[in-house]
């Protein structure tokens, strides 16, 4: 199983970014999806899931409104649309699928490598 992370970068505060998870290895469309985040001497924090036809969306207070998870699953792909960027957002961001239907945060079966957000100005 592969969760291949893209689309991080350096960006300033009150931009946008969108990044992307690309899954190979395991039946797409039958996973759940997440994505988290780890920032420098931070515990790891959930900030989207998605279920697995993409109908059912999950976010923490702190990110609910600014960001957004989607998925393509004819393109075994999944998305983080992330708005409103603050330099608090920075961190590492991982992908991450699960086979349980009530996407619990501790309950994510396979990781991506991440992909590094930086907002500052």
């Known amino acids: 199983v592969q969760l291949q992370a893209s689309g991080g970068g350096l960006v300033q505060p009150g931009s946008s970014l969108r990044l992307s998870c690309a899954a190979s290895?395991?039946?797409?469309?039958?996973?759940?999806m997440g994505w988290f985040r780890q920032a420098p001497g931070k515990e790891r924090e959930w900030v989207a899931a998605?279920?697995?036809?993409?109908?059912?969306?999950k976010y923490p207070d702190s990110v609910k409104g600014r960001f957004t998870i989607s998925r393509d699953n004819a393109k075994n792909t999944v998305y983080l649309q992330m708005i409103t960027l603050k330099p608090e957002d920075t961190a590492v961001y991982y992908c991450?699928?699960?086979?349980?239907?009530?996407?619990?945060?501790?309950?994510?079966?396979?990781w991506g490598q991440g992909t590094q957000v930086t907002v500052s100005s």
């Open positions: 991450a699928a699960s086979t349980d239907i009530y996407l619990r945060v501790t309950n994510f079966d396979y």
């Open positions: 290895g395991l039946p797409f469309s039958t996973y759940g």
């Open positions: 998605i279920s697995r036809t993409g109908v059912t969306t």
